[in-house]
């Protein structure tokens, strides 16, 4: 496993790793899915958490390379990487298990 691979997973496993950010990245894909865009805002009025809360947890995601961000005009809107999450599950596929 080549150390690339166990940072990728370090960060994305820190990112995933509080139950919000979850359910926030998961919203983000499934509107994408559905080619809804989402910002900020949006992800205030779905969670019902702060304005700040919700900019600390896009934050991870963006830096996990999870989330990208995209500015147009005022707002910046949020995309899920689907490459990266494919890399990160790729990458634990890989993962050692001894026994």
Same mark, same amino acid.
């Given at each position: 496993?080549?150390?690339?691979?166990?940072?990728?997973?370090?960060?994305?496993? &820190?990112?995933?790793?509080?139950?919000?950010?979850? =359910?926030?990245?998961?919203?983000?894909?499934?509107?994408?899915?559905?080619?809804?865009?989402?910002?900020?805002? *949006?992800?205030? @009025?779905?969670? *019902?958490? @702060?304005?700040?809360?919700?900019?600390?947890?896009? #934050?991870?995601?963006? &830096?996990?390379?999870?989330?990208?961000? #995209?500015?147009? &005009?005022? +707002?910046? +809107?949020?995309?899920? =990487?689907? $490459?990266?999450?494919?890399?990160?599950?790729?990458?634990? #596929? #890989?993962?050692?298990?001894? $026994?």
């Amino acid at each position: 496993m080549l150390e690339e691979e166990v940072l990728l997973i370090a960060q994305v496993s &820190d990112a995933l790793a509080h139950p919000a950010r979850i =359910n926030i990245f998961r919203y983000i894909m499934q509107s994408n899915r559905a080619m809804i865009q989402v910002c900020n805002k *949006d992800l205030v @009025a779905h969670f *019902d958490y @702060a304005q700040a809360t919700i900019s600390q947890h896009t #934050k991870k995601l963006v &830096d996990s390379g999870l989330v990208e961000v #995209k500015k147009k &005009d005022k +707002y910046s +809107y949020y995309y899920a =990487n689907l $490459g990266m999450l494919i890399k990160y599950l790729n990458a634990t #596929k #890989k993962f050692p298990i001894e $026994g």
